[in-house]
């Protein structure tokens, strides 16, 4: 089980680096790693839970939040009457829309506890990699497009990839864009 403790925070130096592509085929202490991302995200949302654990709500978990500098990150969220509850494994955004969108909000983030912010995000994106759906427990290949929401928490967790955290591209010139 991943606790609150095995997620690093902002000033560790995993946080920092671009992860490592898997290969394939993606091996089960992967898949199973990213199972209990899923499983931490999903037990962060449950108020009983959070509280016995002391966890924070989270959508998204990268591995490198958990000192893993591998590409994949796990989303567990409902929008629109869809459920994303999902792991990435090498995601590559092939397409972005030039519209810009945030979260009205602001975003946070499970490794940066102290702070939140708006940060500006494509509205629609279309991206390639291996999913394993944890509705059907499949793992494909698979092109999708994400816009709203389901997009901007994407790309958060994307930029965890690269070395990349939402402090980094915060902005306060967000008045001539959509908020979500």
């Not at 037990?43 to 924070?56: A, F, G, I, P, V």
């Not at 629609?124 to 059907?136: C, E, G, R, S």
């Amino acid at each position: 089980m991943i606790k609150e403790k095995d997620i690093i925070k902002d000033g560790h130096p995993t946080l920092r680096l671009k992860a490592e592509p898997l290969e394939y085929p993606i091996k089960k202490d992967i898949i199973k790693k990213g199972i209990q991302m899923l499983e931490y995200l999903k037990m962060s949302q449950d108020d009983e839970l959070s509280k016995k654990y002391n966890m924070r709500a989270g959508v998204g978990l990268a591995a490198p939040q958990i000192n893993i500098s591998k590409r994949f990150f796990a989303l567990y969220f409902s929008f629109s009457n869809i459920d994303y509850k999902m792991v990435i494994f090498n995601p590559e955004i092939i397409a972005e829309s030039v519209e810009m969108i945030y979260l009205g909000g602001g975003e946070g983030c499970l490794s940066v506890p102290e702070k939140s912010g708006h940060v500006l995000r494509h509205k629609k994106i279309k991206v390639k990699a291996t999913i394993y759906d944890a509705l059907t427990k499949k793992i494909e290949d698979k092109t999708i497009t994400l816009s709203g929401y389901p997009a901007i928490v994407f790309q958060h967790e994307y930029d965890h990839l690269n070395g990349i955290l939402f402090t980094d591209k915060l902005t306060d010139n967000v008045l001539e864009y959509e908020a979500i």
